[in-house]
Nanobody, 108 residues
């Protein structure tokens, strides 16, 4: 099982980023994939998940949108109206597997 996350970067408050998580090594279609994030000195935090439905943490509801492309084995996380408190390393996860993460920094 392997994940490759990308799309992170530095963005100003109110800006947008789209993260991608491309998976391999397991049957991808409609399995539950989660995005988590972890900021320095803080516990890992659930962000969003998708199988045939989507769910979001309260802190990102209305700002983030999770989607998937089963042909490309990729899950996306569209992040809008970003806030400084969204700064973290973002990981995608399946069962006990996760990727290396992609850094998101929201700062002016």
């Amino acid at each position: 099982v392997q994940f490759v996350e990308s799309g992170g970067g530095l963005v100003q408050p109110g800006g947008s980023l789209r993260l991608s998580c491309t998976a391999s090594g397991f049957p991808f279609d409609y399995v539950l994939i989660r995005w988590y994030r972890q900021a320095p000195g803080k516990l890992r935090e659930f962000v969003a998940q998708i199988d045939t439905r989507t769910e979001y943490a309260e802190s990102v509801k209305g700002r983030f949108l999770i989607s998937r492309d089963n042909v490309k084995n990729t899950v996306y996380l569209q992040m809008n109206n970003l806030k400084p408190e969204d700064t973290a390393v973002y990981y995608c996860n399946y069962l006990t597997y996760r990727g290396q993460g992609t850094q998101v920094t929201v700062s002016s």
